[in-house]
């Protein structure tokens, strides 16, 4: 599915990065540390995070995420935006908090990563 | 919906087949009848094109389909000749161009038709019919594009330093690390990765690379006043020397556990200082050399083999 599509179904607000809906998402992965992101999460999937300051940019960039979520309505820092839009990351924001907002992402049929190692 | 064939080429199909749009394997050559056209001229044009059936199109907008089926129908019934949009059937299933293949393929299997024809969302005009061998047509394009892609892939990894001739080849990138400031963390890393992407390195080993350059500029920025990255590529060993002036650690030994951290507060509000950032290096990194004076500054040498080796992150 693509981020816009995903942006609609659960009324996300675009905050940066608007000319990159397109890509398609893979997957999911939340975190609120930088070492975990950076270790963990894969190409092309969608990262939900509480954490707004500039540097997830740079880690959603460096990853080749789909693009960032903030949950709990936090918005992302003025900085951060305008990061944003430089290295055209999306960063989208939510009111639900996260639990709330992966279980929706779920159901879209955003698979968690190391969904496959279960064996399911 | 949850793939569970392990054959990869197989998966590979079933993303296609999210991952491509009507749009792009549809017929756009189109022959059409307008409503008006006359039941016996539609036998000339069916036979000429040797197709099984033609949409109805008037002012672009899709009105009907008419096939060959409607025409015997036509015939049994007498045939006396009249207006196409009198025997043509109106309640047709379509597709929009921006849907994936995946609808197509649905859509044809549920309905039991050979075509589908296709809108365009916003006007509603006709743009094109896809049938089930523009489907496959379409996919089997696809993966010659997806293979073709990796044999180019696998030429430049392969070929890149055995192009080069010379009794020994070394590539050196070199980056300046500004220590404090924080909202620049990840840039080094970032522009490594780009060029060792260049060098067609596999992406694997541009993954660990990049990911442990990362951690190690993330720490010159958080615990030092300068560093500098010193990257040296060869054929089969990528060696990467950060060396900062900085407060230095005090026990290494310690350092390297994961979980430890002496990072301040405010470092771990962004998300920073878990502790697991020397960790990450270690597990990317197939030699790991952290040598520290306190006070003085630190320096960390890794080696990560450019032979694909099997050995995953964190």
Known sequence: ?120 | MKLENKNPQFTKIQELVYELKVTGVMTRDLITVPPTAKMSELRTILRDNRISGTPVVKDEQLVGLISVEDLLTWLTRGGTDCPVEQVMSRKVHTLYADEPLVHAVSKLEEFGYGRLPVLDRRTGALVGLITKGDIIEGLLHELQIDYHEEEIHRYRASHFFEDMIADKITVNFHYHIHGKKIEQGGEVASDLKRSLKRLGLHPDVVRRTAIATYEAEMNVIIYAEEGRVDVNVEPDLIRIEVRDRGQGIADVGQAIEPGYSTAPDWVRELGFGAGMGLPNIKNCARDFDLASTVGRGTTLRIGIPTGGEEKRCA
Not at chain 1, 13 to 20: D, I, K, L, T, Y
């Open chain 1, 1 to 120: 599915m693509r981020l816009k599509e995903v942006a609609k179904k659960l009324e996300l607000e675009v905050r940066s990065g608007a000319g990159r809906l397109e890509a398609e998402v893979r997957g999911g992965y939340a975190s609120d540390l930088m070492s975990d992101v950076i270790a963990n999460a894969e190409e092309g999937c969608l990262w939900v995070t509480l954490q707004s300051h500039v540097n997830i940019v740079a880690v959603a960039a460096m990853k080749e995420l789909a693009g960032i979520i903030l949950v709990n309505g936090r918005e992302p820092q003025e900085e951060t935006v305008a990061k944003g839009d430089e290295k055209n990351v999306p960063i989208l924001v939510s009111r639900l908090p996260a639990f709330e907002l992966i279980g929706r992402l779920h159901r879209l049929g955003i698979p968690g990563q190391g969904a496959d190692a279960e064996g399911s």
